[in-house]
């Protein structure tokens, strides 16, 4: 869904740059290399969408377990500390 969504976005700023070419750029050889040039930046940055997109699901997943916590603490020697203490009030008699 969201990809569909982002590939929209795309489309619809490379065809208004597309537009553009067609309408103001008169030189027949200048306006086909910069066609060329737009389709490229469109697939490009498509594809850098998805690749963004997947990563930020897969941490989303990978943080959202709590095992991976306990991985990473134990990774990182951070299970051989005590719990932190929690601040409460001593009543003074």
């Known amino acids: 869904m969201i990809k569909s969504i982002a590939h929209d ?4 700023v490379q065809k208004s740059k597309l537009k553009f070419v067609d ?3 008169k030189h027949e050889e200048l ?4 066609e060329k040039f737009v389709v490229a930046q469109s697939q490009y940055t498509k594809q850098a969408l998805d690749t963004g ?3 930020f699901l897969t941490f989303t997943a990978l943080f959202s377990k709590k095992e991976f916590a ?3 603490a134990s990774a990182y020697g951070l299970d051989k ?4 203490a929690t601040a409460k009030s001593k009543k003074t008699k």
């Open 23 to 25: 309408t103001f750029v």
């Open 53 to 55: 997109i997947d990563c």
């Open 81 to 84: 500390f005590p719990p932190a």
């Open 70 to 72: 306990k991985e990473v």
């Open 31 to 34: 306006a086909d290399a910069m």
């Open 9 to 12: 976005t795309v489309d619809a």
